[in-house]
């Protein structure tokens, strides 16, 4: 079979058949990570419900005012997900809640600033970007989201269409760069998408234009959360430089965990809710006769976006401690700590080599 070689396009066949330029390995297309729902470390697919603003699936973070107006789990009620994917992110409401002016409550991820620095936003070189994802929500009508700077600065509300209840339907919106406004490009957040749950009138904006202000949906939506029961589920969201949206960049289920690790790490095994009291995959080191003392050295599989908070479990006791005075963490995973006293059932004296080994989890956040 014949066939003419462009180097831009890939491989064309005498059939007319194209065979497209593989993508590059180095290259990040889609700016979401964790966008098809696969990872969650913290929850191992619990329910959870938010009271404050939190992470719950790798990368997504619910932002809220009120609390305890949703669960959020992944795959919560167990329906299939859109072609090509074997998981989404899954929202229920809790109660039918009537979103005071001055309250926003969204699921949101927020960008690093090197992964858009590209982008050129705030820059007369603002590049089109276009952002697409599969959603599904029993309520039908015309749903909210936005596209927010780091410093709630600069926002674009978008508005998307819900057609046909408890099905899944892929959305696309296509945003013009902002030329204005701050947009970080280092290690701080220099961009998130919020997609509204119910967002109140003081913090929705008017939809597809860009706005001075931090507007965390659009004017005139559907709150989503009036309705007790009601849910909203997300997958495949990708955000992209272009006009055009492109298939879901498909990346290793390795490569796409190391991203999310950049982030959020844990000691606990993969599918082991982080705070379980397990024996599995622990780490231990001995305390001095005291049963004050512990350090360990653990090489985190990712450098870290920045100094990591740590939180520990004693495996035995449940018990939980954050850092204290004197802890010494970097970002490539040298940890040295001093625990609280409880924190593990029993102490081991070094010189009589009597006692217990200290036996504690771990986990490890940078998030933005």
Do not use: H
């Amino acid at each position: 079979m014949a066939m003419t070689l462009d180097g831009s396009n890939g491989v064309t066949f005498n059939d007319a058949s194209l065979q497209g330029a593989a993508a590059s390995p180095y290259v990040l297309k889609n700016r979401i990570i964790n966008g098809d729902m696969r990872i969650d470390q913290r929850n191992a697919g619990a329910s959870t419900t938010p009271t404050t603003s939190t992470y719950s699936l790798d990368r997504w973070i619910s932002v809220l005012t009120a609390a305890s107006k949703f669960s959020v789990q992944q795959n919560a009620g167990s329906v299939t997900p859109p072609a090509g994917f074997t998981n989404y992110l899954g929202v229920t409401s809790l109660s039918a809640y009537s979103v005071p002016a001055g309250d926003f409550l969204t699921i949101a991820q927020k960008i690093e600033g090197y992964n858009i620095a590209d982008l050129g936003f705030g820059t007369a070189n603002a590049k089109t970007i276009t952002i697409s994802f599969w959603v599904r929500s029993s309520i039908t009508g015309t749903l909210g989201a936005c596209l927010i700077n780091g410093d709630t600065t600069r926002s674009y509300p978008f508005t998307y269409t819900i057609s046909s209840a408890n099905t899944w339907e892929q959305k696309t919106v296509t945003i013009s760069g902002d030329t204005s406004g701050t947009w970080a490009t280092t290690t701080s957040a220099g961009m998130s998408l919020n997609f509204g749950l119910a967002v109140g009138s003081t913090y929705s904006g008017a939809a597809n234009s860009w706005s001075s202000g931090g507007y965390y949906g659009a004017t005139g939506v559907t709150n989503t959360l009036a309705t007790n029961g009601a849910t909203l589920y997300i997958t495949g969201v990708q955000l992209e430089v272009g006009s055009t949206a492109t298939p879901f960049e498909r990346r290793l289920y390795g490569t796409e965990l190391q991203l999310c690790q950049r982030y959020f790490n844990t000691s606990y095994a993969t599918g082991t809710a982080t705070g379980t009291i397990t024996n599995t995959n622990q780490i231990g080191r001995y305390v001095d006769g005291s049963g004050v003392w512990c350090g360990c050295t653990y090489s985190f599989p990712s450098r870290m976006r920045a100094i990591p908070s740590i939180t520990i479990w004693g495996v035995l006791t449940g018990a939980t401690s954050g850092q204290v005075s004197g802890d010494s963490v970097n970002k490539t995973g040298n940890v040295e700590f001093v625990s609280t006293s409880g924190l593990f059932a029993g102490t081991y004296n070094v010189s009589t080599s009597s006692g217990e080994a200290v036996r504690y989890q771990f986990t490890a956040s940078s998030e933005l």
